[in-house]
């Protein structure tokens, strides 16, 4: 599943000089926890979250000892703290995705990254953002959407397999395969991109592959020989 399948299409953004008050009230008002910042030509500078107006709750720190000092240097907390716009607050630059990428890098950099939403971005430009809840809810697809995605995106469009030469059983997001492939590397292929598809709770495998069958045959034919001999 792509990120433009999932992705909310209307963005509210800022501007770099809209005051921290503003976009404390804007995200009140919309019950979301940041916003992207933008220039006027829809350029992404950075993200203004909930955590970087916390900073202002802190009070700016006068007569630091030596370790405020450095995490201060590393941080720069003070200089947070101080922020009247979004444009001073913000985190930058912003972690992106691309329409194009898939929901699992998406989560991945979700995760690596400690952030609860993500700019969506083609030629630099923002088209979307995209939200935890978003993958918590492509999460919840049905059997038969999974089913579907898995022979078309996975097995046909990305691996180039005949999804007629597997069987593809899904019950409750538990994924059963079974059918034979090419080779060792292709059924690997196989049940590593189906554990990226949304809504897979499990995957059993029990692919063979050709090269394998014939290895046996070979082996057989071998040993039958062996024992002519």
């Excluded at 703290?81 to 995705?97: D, K, L, N, S, Y």
């Excluded at 952030?115 to 999460?139: H, M, Q, S, T, Y």
């Excluded at 078309?152 to 007629?164: F, I, K, N």
């Excluded at 019950?171 to 590397?185: A, K």
Aim: charged fraction near 25%; hydrophobic fraction near 45%; include cysteine.
């Amino acid at each position: 599943m792509r990120i433009e399948q999932i992705m909310t299409r209307q963005v509210v953004t800022v501007a770099p000089d809209t005051t921290l008050k503003q976009v404390a009230s804007l995200l009140v008002e919309r019950r979301i926890s940041g916003v992207p910042v933008c220039d006027a030509t829809g350029k992404v500078l950075g993200v203004v979250t909930e955590a970087d107006i916390l900073w202002k709750e802190l009070g700016v720190k006068t007569g630091a000892g030596l370790l405020d000092r450095i995490l201060d240097s590393a941080y720069g907390s003070n200089a947070r703290i101080m922020a009247t716009t979004a444009g001073e607050a913000m985190t930058a630059p912003a972690v992106t995705v691309s329409p194009d990428d898939q929901v699992a890098e998406a989560a991945q950099l979700m995760i690596d990254n400690g952030v609860n939403r993500l700019p969506v971005v083609r030629d630099g430009r923002l088209v979307g953002i995209v939200a935890r809840a978003d993958l918590v809810r492509a999460f919840r697809r049905t059997d038969d959407e999974i089913a579907a995605e898995i022979a078309d995106d996975v097995l046909l469009r990305s691996l180039w397999v005949d999804p007629e030469s597997l069987e593809v059983d899904v019950v409750q997001g538990h994924v059963t395969i079974r059918g034979v492939v090419e080779n060792r590397t292709t059924a690997g292929l196989v049940e590593q991109f189906v554990r990226r598809v949304p809504g897979v709770a499990s995957l059993r495998s029990e692919l063979t592959w050709r090269l394998d069958d014939r290895n046996r045959r070979i082996s057989r034919s071998a040993a039958r020989l062996t024992r002519r001999v």
